[in-house]
């Protein structure tokens, strides 16, 4: 839970991130259509010229259809037609019709049914640009299908223009001759030979009109076909088959001997002989019609694709009906020249008149046929439909699809927390250092016998006790300086007992007294390496101590850097390193009060060039029997174990050992190699003093430390909202509280 905050940090931070992403990114709305493809499995497609496959293939080839530029332009085209196009985003981009390729297509599972949608920051352009390409894909396929109308229509359209204008000449020439000559009527036969040779010039027109329609329509077809030349090779391969060509002969013969009755005048349409030679031709087609659908059907019986069989036979059927044509155009042909060779008999004003009198009467025929046909092949187009069909129109979007906030939400949750989590256990896999009380009990692996808050006071305390030291006189100045040099030596255990550093400090008295044995006990504390607060631990761990009524002695055997006699504020000079070098010198000339009852000290003395020699001698051995005798508590303050080896000495000498371990500052690594260096000499750590503990920084309610806490300064007489002025703890006589 040390990472809490990091945790927190990243998450907000991340959620932050996500909130601010999301209200940037552009709303985007979306719109979609239906389109339904039909009869597919009958030869329906949308350009009839590409390879159509079946079910699957056919969906897939219908989809990437619509993506081609030729439908996209068309929809562009019908985009411009709406009147917000100028609103819309995408007129300002360089090549809309290409915008449009980000149309979406979906084909909806089991069914024909394609679902076209397009998402833009633009409602309005999300509906048109969906519907747009809807309309374009039905109107291509449309004209696709129309192709053949579309093409005859066009050709007979050029045809009517020409005989159009034909019949006005015809008509001006007639007038002109009468105007000239002076004729109104021909004789009667030559009215009859006029009125028949109009009739089978028009007859021979319209013929030569089928024939040309037909040849445009079996060149559409083929062109239809273009791609498929095995498929022409059968075309072929049907036409020489011999029963299917003996069919067709005997249709061209009948309607060749049908065209040469018609030049006798006993020969009418209503003649037997002409009535059952229609009959023949009729039968003859029908068969023939039936044989090639047989022949096709045989022929491409592993062709999976059934358009491509009805394409065949149209072909198939055009190619006879324009040889048929063409018979028939023969035959007309020469009744004509032999209409032509009566008429040239008559005397030369006659045959003018009579010529342009059948040029009108011809032109005015063959203008109505045309008319006719051309109306046919404009209705049969316009019947004509395609295999599309739109399903339903999109409608204006409402809300926008995109950016998701409750996903972009989650998402931003999920990160935030799997980033702090992450970055947590990285900072922690990272960090060298001892943290926590968690850190102590998983890596120390040693008893906690006490855990000791930072001890801070704050400077604006210490300005108001100089100040006050300043305004005092006597024995009360002389009492308040010395109260101020022991909250600067931070001795909390003597100038605050009723703190709750002071009673961390009687917590650890506690451990170590269930830990001691029977009569006087000696105490060594140390640590890993300096600066972690052992001689403050030592000093506060002997005040309380010495609290109980029972004789302490605080020993300094740090002769290196010794930090004892400030602590009390005593003279460092004939301590123990006199009492250890000198025998002459006794443990009563080394012995000096501390100024707080039932606590003495030895100060380190001199600062020797062999201290280790001098603990590890019999010196040291005696003065601790000495002290033994005299106290009930000796306690030793040590130079740290990993600097030099006299805590190591000292520590087979000793009853207890302690080692005292600042959280956020002792390295994994030394506390380590301490525990290795008192293996080497069997030395036993009987726990571990954790201090420098931030108590709201460390503890939390999940951890029992957090309640000892709280319920201390629940009943204790020191609230932290309601300290007293601390002048008067300061100026507290000296006197025991246990």
Same mark, same amino acid.
């Given at each position: 839970m040390q990472y809490r905050y990091l945790i927190v940090l990243i998450f907000i931070l991340a959620l932050a991130i996500t909130i601010v992403y999301t209200y940037r990114q552009p709303r985007i709305y979306s719109a979609a259509n239906r389109i339904i493809l039909e009869n597919q499995t009958t030869g329906?497609?949308?350009?009839? %010229?590409?390879?159509?496959?079946?079910?699957?293939? *056919? #969906?897939?080839?219908?989809?990437?259809?619509?993506?081609?530029?030729? #439908? %996209?332009?068309?929809?562009?085209?019908i985009m411009k037609k709406n009147p917000d196009w100028e609103s819309y985003p995408i007129s300002t981009s360089s090549y809309p019709a290409g915008s449009l390729g980000r149309v979406k297509i979906e084909s909806k599972r089991d069914t024909d049914i394609l679902l076209l949608s397009f998402e833009s920051t633009h409602r309005g352009e999300a509906m048109a640009a969906v519907n747009a390409i809807a309309d374009a894909v039905q109107q291509q396929n449309t004209q696709i299908a129309r192709l053949e109308f579309t093409t005859i229509r066009e050709f007979l359209g050029e045809q009517l223009d020409l005989i159009s204008r034909r019949l006005q000449i015809s008509e001006d020439d007639l007038r002109s001759f009468k105007n000239e000559n002076k004729l109104i009527e021909l004789?009667?036969?030559?009215?009859?030979?006029?009125?028949?040779?109009?009739? #089978?010039?028009?007859? *021979? +027109?319209?013929?030569?009109?089928d024939l040309a329609v037909k040849a445009r329509t079996v060149e559409v077809l083929r062109r239809q076909l273009a791609d498929q030349d095995s498929l022409i090779g059968r075309v072929d391969n049907v036409l020489q088959a011999p029963y299917i060509e003996e069919l067709r002969k005997q249709v061209i013969n009948t309607q060749a001997m049908i065209a040469r009755l018609r030049t006798n005048e006993n020969y009418q349409e209503d003649h037997p002989q002409m009535k059952l030679l229609q009959e023949e031709v009729a039968k003859t087609k029908a068969a023939l019609d039936t044989e090639i659908r047989k022949f096709i059907a045989i022929s491409l019986h592993q062709d999976p694709i059934a358009a491509?069989?009805?394409l065949l036979t149209k072909i198939v059927q055009a190619n006879v009906e324009l040889e048929i044509a063409r018979a028939y155009v023969n035959g007309l042909e020469q009744t004509k020249i032999l209409y032509d060779d009566r008429i040239i008999t008559l005397p030369d004003k006659e045959l003018e008149f009579a010529r342009l009198m059948r040029s009108m009467s011809l032109d005015e025929k063959i203008y109505g046929i045309m008319m006719e046909k051309y109306e046919d092949a404009r209705i049969a187009e316009q019947a004509k439909i395609g295999t599309i069909r739109i399903l339903d129109y999109s409608r204006m979007p409402g809300a926008p !699809?995109?950016?998701?906030?409750?996903?972009?939400?989650?998402? $931003?949750?999920?990160?935030?927390?799997?980033? $702090?989590?992450?970055?947590?256990?990285?900072?922690?896999?990272?960090d060298t250092k001892?943290?926590? %009380?968690?850190?102590? +009990?998983?890596?120390? =692996?040693?008893?906690?016998? $006490?855990? !000791?808050?930072?001890?801070? +006071?704050?400077?604006?305390?210490?300005?108001?006790f100089n100040n006050m030291i300043e305004q005092a006189e006597g024995e009360n100045k002389?009492?308040?300086?010395?109260?101020?040099? *022991?909250?600067?030596?931070?001795?909390?255990?003597?100038?605050a007992p009723k703190s709750p550093i002071a009673e961390s400090y009687r917590t650890l008295r506690t451990n170590i007294l269930a830990k001691k044995p029977a009569g006087s006990a000696t105490l060594l504390i140390t640590s890993s390496g300096p600066k972690e607060g052992k001689s403050t631990t030592v000093v506060n761990l002997a005040v309380t101590l010495s609290q109980m009524n029972t004789k302490v002695i605080l020993v300094d055997m740090d002769m290196r850097r010794p930090m004892v006699h400030n602590k009390f504020g005593v003279e460092k000079e004939n301590g123990l390193s006199d009492y250890l070098i000198d025998p002459d010198v006794s443990l009563e000339q080394v012995t000096k009060a501390s100024g707080i009852p039932n606590l003495d000290v030895i100060t380190s003395g001199f600062v020797p060039p062999n201290p280790s020699e001098l603990i590890s001698s019999s010196r040291t051995d005696r003065l601790i029997e000495e002290l033994r005798s005299k106290y009930d508590y000796i306690l030793f303050d040590t130079p740290p174990i990993i600097a030099v080896t006299d805590a190591?000495?000292?520590?087979?000498?000793?009853? %207890?050992?302690?080692?005292?371990? =600042?959280?956020?500052?002792?390295?994994?690594?030394?506390?380590?190699?301490?525990? +290795?260096?008192?293996?080497? #000499?069997?030395?036993?750590?009987d726990g571990i003093i954790v201090n420098g503990i931030y108590v709201q920084k460390y503890y939390n309610k999940q951890n029992y430390y957090y309640y000892y806490y709280y319920y201390y300064y629940y009943y204790g007489d020191e609230m932290p909202k309601k300290q007293k002025k601390h002048a008067d703890r300061l100026l507290r006589k000296s006197k025991s509280v246990s």
């Open positions: 329906a497609d949308i350009f009839m %010229l590409t390879t159509q496959g079946s079910g699957k293939n *056919y #969906i897939n080839n219908q989809i990437e259809q619509i993506r081609t530029q030729s #439908i %996209l332009n068309a929809a562009w085209e004789s009667a036969m030559t009215s009859k030979w006029i009125e028949q040779s109009a009739e #089978i010039e028009s007859e *021979y +027109e319209s013929a030569l009109t491509r069989n009805d !699809i995109k950016p998701r906030v409750s996903m972009n939400m989650l998402v $931003g949750i999920i990160l935030g927390l799997g980033l $702090g989590i992450g970055a947590a256990f990285l900072v922690h896999s990272l001892l943290r926590t %009380l968690e850190d102590m +009990e998983n890596f120390v =692996r040693l008893p906690i016998v $006490g855990t !000791i808050p930072l001890i801070q +006071e704050s400077e604006s305390r210490i300005t108001e002389e009492q308040l300086s010395k109260s101020l040099h *022991y909250v600067m030596m931070q001795l909390v255990s003597h100038y190591l000495i000292l520590t087979k000498k000793v009853d %207890l050992t302690f080692i005292v371990v =600042r959280c956020g500052f002792t390295e994994k690594g030394i506390i380590k190699r301490t525990k +290795e260096l008192m293996e080497n #000499i069997d030395a036993t750590i």
